[in-house]
């Protein structure tokens, strides 16, 4: 259940597959076994089973609030939840427990998310690897694959096996192993020059970066104001379309959100990738291609990327 | 964070003026034009002359003294500048106080359109110059009471500039003799307030309270000397000034000391110092910590403010978001010097008097509310305003919204006055009883007092007959050319009439009598 996508997980609790209640233990269970990759630094557990009592209270009468209602999340700790400390993995806010949701957490919480817990980061968000908090780094669970074990067995013969693991990426890389170990459906993160894309590419997860002025910065914890936004982790795209969707929209508490009127949407299933355009440009990606495309002549070609094939301009 | 505050720059007058002696006294010159003469000791344009020491040294050339004020003026909203939270005049410490205005991490300042709309109205009543975008700015630096470590202004684009304000001066002992000067005013710009410090010496701690709904008006003023022709000389900032006396004093004070200090070869620093009222002088405020940098970068949480006018209107704009400017301009109130001249127009009444009525808090719609409910002339009006009514509240220090007496009842009482029912020094004596706000009417006390005027002019005469029979002396010392003899005998049938005869009409009847 819990490989399961949202959109997934979802029609199961609609349909009475699973309750509210025992996705979240289940969740949370993980969590607990997963300890080791220090993707939380605060598991809300109380907050979380007291949010999938409500939930389930709301299914069993039929009145569910929509896609998201008792869903399991992760929120990243520069993002203020009310009541439960933030710390934005540094020592200058440890013990700080604010008395506010930021507005993305709120708009999850009133859609009926429920808050399994604060994930792990680099102090103030000031990095690309998760390294640099005072909780420690986090480790990608693409540490303990097999792939990665076996490897690992035929390169070093006496190094500790503890010490040889991958970081994440960061500075989301607490809600991207969240993501990618199965704890959560979704994260969020945040993304400044990368935090949020970075680490979603090491842990193998979707991390979408909406456009500066989309999505309210109330309430996060600010890294440069004006390139700041809110940034969303989860296992494909439609469903980081789906939280998109909820978070999306003018804030009057942020003067820096674009007035038009944001309406939800649903991505159109693509079966047929052979007329589809992707725009790249020229500057970024002559030099930062992997060998594969690089061998290739781009311009307007046809290219063989794994099984894809479509346009390049 | 903030009560929003207005400031605004105003470019000094330069005085010039001869220095007259070393105590801290000197008098302000005429400004810009008539300085040439070179004359000592000139003070043609002395406002109220200090207290003159020595006379002045021969030979020395004039000094022109450079003024510029930063006004820190509160809006009155009913939030406050950047939060929701709300402004209010003396409430608890810290009960005003949203996450924002606390600098709680990851909130965001977000524009109070009403503090706008005053922004923009104080720069029209200011003749300004209406940015139709303006910008805000960081400005920052480390004090206890600004925990964000910064404080939101407008450095780089304020919303008004180029302003002027006309004001009268009085430039004799005579309260005719006033004059017109104008002063600049460089820009008006909004910005947050701090919070408030509380030093507490006795505890050795300072308590900070960040609802800043404190003194409404502060203003700083910098000052600097120099030779007429010379370039301008090195200004001192002397900060945190609450009156108008303080300020005057505070600048005088200053500009002698520089004075003092360049004439005796000494230099002046660029350094910010403070008014010691008790003292009269003012002294060095800051530690010398070399010039402030304040690190202005824009702040990116506020995009720039954009002001349209009813053409420029983007069409299809939702009116709440938008802010108009010639709108803004006819919600206008009448401005204070168009006030006075309908004044002077409407009532005949003088410059000078149309001042008084508008420098007084409520003393305009005082003496209004009487010229409505009175059929006596507006002079008569005027005059018991500005100077019984007035008179009486300063020398009680009572505000017009303190007085005992209302506009009804000195209404009531210049229409008594009017149709001649109580004479002029009864009228006054009614005036001092409904002063005593007993609950009385005029026309109570008039009856009470029995104050009215001898009506019965058959009466008078006989008054005046039998006073003239009982006083020959008088009448003879009359007749041989004392002129102070009538106002004996009207003095003598007022004290008959028991002072309900009219001073004037006793005179006319007494010299009819006499002549006869």
């Keep these: 259940m819990l490989g399961r996508t949202l959109r997934e997980v979802s029609v199961a609790l609609k349909q009475g597959q699973i309750t509210p209640t025992e996705l979240c233990q289940r969740c949370l269970s993980l969590i607990k076994k997963t300890k080791f990759l220090n993707a939380y630094i605060t598991v809300s557990e109380e907050v979380a089973l007291k949010q999938a009592e409500e939930s389930e209270k709301r299914y069993k009468k039929g009145h569910s609030l929509g896609d998201l209602d008792g869903i399991p999340i992760a929120v990243k700790d520069n993002f203020s939840t009310s009541g439960i400390e933030t710390t934005c993995a540094s020592n200058m806010l440890k013990g700080y427990v604010p008395p506010y949701n930021a507005t993305v957490v709120q708009k999850l919480l009133d859609q009926g998310a429920l808050l399994m817990g604060k994930t792990n980061l680099d102090e103030f968000a000031m990095g690309s690897g998760?390294?640099?908090?005072?909780?420690?780094?986090?480790?990608?669970?693409?540490?303990?694959?097999?792939?990665?074990?076996?490897?690992?067995?035929?390169?070093?013969?006496?190094?500790?096996?503890?010490?040889?693991?991958?970081?994440?990426g960061g500075?989301?890389?607490?809600?991207?192993?969240?993501?990618?170990?199965?704890?959560?459906?979704?994260?969020?993160?945040?993304?400044?020059?990368?935090?949020?894309?970075?680490?979603?590419?090491?842990?193998?997860?979707?991390?979408?970066?909406?456009?500066?002025?989309?999505?309210?910065?109330?309430?996060?914890?600010?890294?440069?104001?004006?390139?700041?936004?809110?940034?969303?982790?989860?296992?494909?795209?439609?469903?980081?379309?789906?939280?998109?969707?909820?978070?999306?929209?003018?804030?009057?508490?942020?003067?820096?959100?674009?007035?038009?009127?944001?309406?939800?949407?649903?991505?159109?299933?693509?079966?047929?990738?052979?007329?589809?355009?992707?725009?790249?440009?020229?500057?970024?990606f002559t030099k930062v291609l992997s060998s594969p495309i690089q061998t290739t002549d781009l311009g307007n070609r046809l290219v063989e990327f794994e099984s894809l094939l479509c346009h390049f301009y | 964070m903030a009560?929003?505050?207005?400031?605004?720059?105003?470019?000094?007058?330069?005085?010039?003026?001869?220095?007259?002696?070393?105590?801290?006294?000197?008098?302000?010159?005429?400004?810009?034009?008539?300085?040439?003469?070179?004359?000592?000791?000139?003070?043609?344009?002395?406002?109220?002359?200090?207290?003159?020491?020595q006379k002045p040294r021969k030979g020395e050339p004039e000094w022109a003294a450079v003024v510029g004020l930063e006004i820190h003026a509160q809006i009155a909203s009913n939030s406050k500048l950047f939060s929701g939270s709300q402004v209010c005049f003396a409430a608890p410490p810290n009960s005003l106080v949203s996450f924002f205005d606390a600098s709680l991490p990851g909130t965001l300042p977000v524009l109070n359109r009403r503090c706008v709309e005053a922004a923009v109205m104080t720069g029209l009543a200011l003749d300004c110059h209406i940015n139709r975008k303006s910008l805000f700015d960081r400005k920052h630096y480390f004090y206890a009471d600004l925990p964000a470590g910064y404080q939101i202004t407008q450095q780089r684009l304020p919303i008004a500039v180029n302003g002027s304000l006309a004001y009268s001066v009085y430039v004799g002992r005579k309260p005719s003799q006033m004059v017109t000067r104008t002063v600049r005013v460089k820009q008006i710009q909004l910005e947050q307030d701090s919070g408030k410090s509380l030093h507490d010496d006795l505890r050795s701690q300072t308590l900070i309270d960040l609802n800043r709904a404190e003194g409404q008006l502060r203003v700083d003023a910098n000052i600097s000397v120099h030779r007429p022709g010379e370039p301008l000389g090195i200004r001192t900032e002397v900060k945190n000034l609450n009156s108008a006396r303080f300020l005057a004093k505070a600048i005088d004070y200053e500009i002698q000391r520089q004075i003092n200090e360049l004439e005796n070869g000494g230099e002046i620093l660029n350094e910010t110092r403070s008014f010691d009222f008790k003292l009269g002088c003012t002294v060095p405020m800051r530690d010398k910590e070399g010039k402030q940098d304040y690190r202005f970068m824009p702040e990116p949480n506020l995009p720039p403010l954009l002001l349209y006018d009813s053409g420029s209107l983007p069409s299809g704009a939702d009116p709440q978001q938008v802010i108009n400017i010639d709108q803004l301009r006819e919600r206008l109130p009448e401005l204070p010097r168009v006030t006075r001249q309908r004044l002077v127009q409407q009532y005949g009444m003088l410059p000078e008097h149309s001042c008084v009525l508008l420098n007084e808090v409520g003393l305009l719609e005082f003496f209004q509310n009487v010229i409505k409910e009175t059929r006596a002339e507006p002079k008569k009006v005027t005059s018991w305003v500005l100077n019984t009514f007035l008179g009486f509240l300063k020398q009680q220090n009572l505000a017009v919204s303190e007085s005992p007496v209302t506009p009804s009842a000195l209404a009531e009482l210049l229409d008594l006055l009017d149709r001649k029912a109580i004479s002029a020094p009864a009228a006054k004596q009614v005036f001092e009883e409904l002063w005593r706000n007993e609950g009385k009417t005029p026309a109570q006390i008039v009856a009470e007092k029995k104050l009215e005027l001898l009506q019965d002019p058959e009466a008078l005469e006989q008054l005046c007959r039998s006073t003239l029979e009982a006083h020959p002396d008088v009448v003879m010392d009359l007749k041989r050319g004392n002129p102070r003899a009538i106002n004996k005998l009207i003095g003598l049938v007022r004290k008959a009439t028991l002072g309900r005869a009219d001073p004037t009409a006793i005179k006319e009847v007494l010299e009819r009598q006499l002549s006869s």
């Excluded at chain 1, 669970?141 to 096996?161: A, D």
């Excluded at chain 1, 809600?175 to 704890?183: L, R, Y």
């Excluded at chain 1, 909820?246 to 009057?252: M, N, Q, S, Y």
């Design chain 1, 171 to 284: 500075s989301s890389g607490g809600s991207a192993a969240a993501v990618s170990a199965f704890t959560c459906f979704a994260a969020l993160g945040s993304d400044t020059g990368g935090s949020t894309r970075n680490p979603a590419a090491h842990c193998g997860v979707v991390g979408l970066k909406p456009s500066y002025g989309l999505v309210s910065r109330h309430g996060l914890i600010p890294l440069v104001n004006s390139m700041d936004v809110p940034g969303i982790l989860t296992r494909c795209v439609d469903d980081a379309a789906t939280v998109l969707g909820v978070l999306a929209g003018h804030d009057p508490k942020d003067s820096t959100t674009i007035q038009d009127p944001v309406k939800p949407f649903t991505l159109p299933s693509l079966t047929d990738v052979s007329k589809l355009c992707i725009g790249i440009p020229k500057v970024t």
């Design chain 1, 130 to 168: 998760s390294t640099d908090g005072i909780f420690g780094p986090v480790k990608n669970p693409w540490s303990y694959s097999k792939q990665y074990r076996e490897k690992r067995k035929q390169n070093s013969h006496s190094e500790n096996e503890d010490s040889n693991w991958l970081i994440t």
């Design chain 2, 3 to 53: 009560a929003p505050m207005l400031r605004w720059c105003c470019s000094g007058r330069r005085f010039a003026f001869a220095r007259v002696g070393c105590g801290s006294c000197h008098r302000r010159g005429p400004p810009t034009g008539s300085t040439s003469n070179g004359k000592r000791g000139q003070s043609s344009v002395a406002q109220q002359p200090h207290i003159t020491a």
